[in-house]
């Protein structure tokens, strides 16, 4: 079975950081590009961050700078480093992956269950 799951999400205060991790089973996903989505309460998904097959990186201008996205292919697991964090940043962090970069949610054929990550002042 093809799934992605999520860790790492939790309460941090202001300022503070967390490392979430996206381990696939299933099916090797070093050939696809991984992202990471996130969902506020009432909010559409949006775009976070992507890593391609070849470790370039995208990143949303909100979270440029604070956030660090990387893959590690022989362990089958994507990261994201938070760096940083502001009370906005709190949402339920999504882990997907495609068959190539978009910063749409569209784009993307596979989806972790998510993690949460609140962030409080």
């Known amino acids: 079975q093809v799934q992605l799951v999520e860790s790492g999400g939790g309460l941090v205060q202001a300022g503070g950081s967390l490392r979430l991790s996206c381990a696939p089973s299933?099916?090797?996903?070093?050939?696809?590009?991984m992202g990471w989505f996130r969902q506020a309460p009432g909010n559409e998904r949006e775009f976070v961050a992507a890593?391609?097959?070849?470790?370039?990186?995208y990143y949303a201008d909100s979270v440029k700078g604070r956030f660090t996205i990387s893959r590690d292919n022989a362990k089958n697991t994507v990261y994201l480093q938070i760096n940083s964090l502001k009370p906005e940043d709190t949402a339920v962090y999504y882990c997907?992956?495609?068959?190539?970069?978009?910063?749409?949610?569209?784009?993307?054929?596979?989806w972790g269950q998510g993690t949460q990550v609140t962030v409080s002042s």
């Open positions: 299933g099916r090797s996903f070093s050939g696809y590009v």
């Open positions: 997907a992956a495609g068959l190539y970069y978009s910063n749409s949610r569209r784009q993307y054929d596979y």
């Open positions: 890593i391609s097959r070849s470790d370039n990186q």
